[in-house]
């Protein structure tokens, strides 16, 4: 039983986001399954990954466990361990090169980032765009998507801009 999320901000609550996701995945599982029978009952193994293209982690792969989430020290019984793979362009290459189109999304993500340092918001996204086509970079897909993909990266990006300021914000009065 896989489970596959993309975070663009690291969250320490992956690992707890897990755990009632699969509680409702195994629920549903084995909704006709009589528990008391007198065998164990045999589960799909769970596995969890988290590619991750922010910008506060810069390790190629980390892990995040439920147990980091307990409010003491002691051994509780149950954990959970996300596997969180850095997507970032330049990072895990041996899986980048392995698939094109992931590869191909890290670097317009890189190109919009490299753009917003010398430009609005609007005119980074369009550019990382253009280029991208140039570059035959997730082409195919850019040509048919343009103006829905220049669309949700914005709004992407701004999401983050907001969640960045009042973060700073917070801090800020916190002080």
């Known amino acids: 039983l896989s489970l596959y999320e993309h975070q663009s901000t690291y969250n320490p609550n992956m690992p707890l986001r897990g755990f009632l996701y699969f509680a ?45 989430a307990f409010e003491d020290d002691s051994e509780g019984c149950i954990e959970l361990v996300v596997k969180t793979i850095n997507i970032n362009y330049g990072y895990n290459e041996e ?13 317009f993500v890189a190109e919009i980032r490299k753009n917003l340092e010398c430009m609005s918001l609007q005119a980074a996204v369009e550019q990382a765009v253009d280029i991208c086509i140039e570059r035959d970079v997730l082409r195919e897909f850019l040509l048919e998507q343009k103006s829905e993909v220049i669309a949700m990266s914005i709004y992407e990006y701004n999401e983050e801009y907001v969640r960045k300021v009042l973060f700073e914000d917070g801090m800020e009065k916190g002080m």
């Open 24 to 68: 409702d995945l195994y629920k549903k599982y084995i909704r006709d399954v009589d528990l008391s029978v007198g065998r164990q009952i045999k589960i799909p193994t769970p596995h969890y990954v988290v590619l991750y293209n922010g910008k506060e982690r810069k390790e190629q792969e980390f892990i995040q466990k439920l147990s980091d």
């Open 95 to 107: 899986l980048m090169s392995k698939c094109k189109t992931l590869a191909d999304y890290a670097y």
